[in-house]
C-alpha cells in the first residue's frame, strides 16, 4: 500500500474534476468546494495519489472541533476530566475513488489521519468522524469507533486507543 500510493497535502496539481467514490456529496464537495475549506483554514486535505499514474485516488479533510462530554458514550466519558467539551479533530470527509475499492486505500486514509492527529502539536482527546450514511458508519465501527449519544452517525474514538491500530 505505502509503495503504490503517497498520501500527501491537497495542492493544486491534483486532479479533482472525475473524482467518484459512490458518493454524490461527497464527490460534490471534494470537487467543488473542499479547496475553499482548506483556503479559509476550515479544513486540511489529504489526498491518497497512486505513484504510477498521478491520479488522485482517495481523500480525507481534518478540522478542529469538540465533543460535548455528554455526548461521549460512557464508560469513555466517566474517566474524563468535567470540562464541558472534549478537545477532538473531526474526520469530516473520507472517500476513495471507485476504481479502487477493496485494495485497503480506505484503510491507509484512515490510518494516515489517525498519524496526523496523534503527531500534530496540539492537544486533541479524541478523534471523531462523520459517516456519511450507515455503510460509512459501519466502516469506522469496525476500527472500534463508538456512535455519540443522540448522534450515531458521528463516531469517536479516543487518540490513544486509534493509535493501537495504526503501530506496527
Ligand atoms: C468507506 C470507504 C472509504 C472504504 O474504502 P475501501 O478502500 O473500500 O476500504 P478498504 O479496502 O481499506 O477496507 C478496509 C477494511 O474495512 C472494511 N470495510 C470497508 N467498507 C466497510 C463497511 N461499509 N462496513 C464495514 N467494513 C467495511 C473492509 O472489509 C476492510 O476490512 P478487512 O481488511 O478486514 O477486509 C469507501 O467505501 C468509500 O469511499 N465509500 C464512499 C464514501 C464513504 O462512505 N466515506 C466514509 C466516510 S463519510
Not at 470527509?93 to 485494495?103: C, I, V
Not at 456512535?147 to 491500530?165: D, E
Request: net charge positive; aromatic share 10%; glycine share 6%.
Amino acid at each position: 500500500m505505502s509503495v503504490r500510493f503517497a498520501i500527501e497535502p491537497l495542492a493544486k496539481a491534483h486532479k479533482r474534476t472525475d473524482f467518484t467514490c459512490g458518493n454524490d456529496r461527497i464527490d460534490a464537495y471534494f470537487r467543488e468546494t473542499v479547496s475553499q475549506d482548506v483556503k479559509r483554514n476550515y479544513a486540511t486535505c489529504f489526498i491518497g495519489r497512486e505513484i504510477a499514474t498521478d491520479r488522485v485516488a482517495g481523500f480525507y479533510t481534518l478540522s478542529s472541533s469538540n465533543v460535548p462530554l455528554n455526548e461521549v458514550p460512557e464508560p469513555l466519558a466517566k474517566k474524563l476530566p468535567r470540562y464541558p467539551t472534549v478537545p477532538a479533530v473531526l474526520i469530516g470527509w473520507l472517500g476513495r475513488h471507485s476504481d479502487y475499492a477493496g485494495q485497503g486505500l480506505g484503510e491507509a486514509l484512515l490510518f494516515d489521519a489517525i498519524k496526523t492527529v496523534a503527531t500534530a502539536p496540539i492537544g486533541a482527546h479524541a478523534v471523531f468522524a462523520d459517516a456519511i450514511d450507515d455503510r460509512a458508519a459501519a466502516f469506522y465501527a469496525a476500527y472500534g469507533f463508538t456512535p455519540l449519544v443522540r448522534r450515531p452517525r458521528t463516531l469517536y474514538l479516543p487518540v490513544a486507543t486509534a493509535l493501537n491500530l495504526v503501530l506496527p
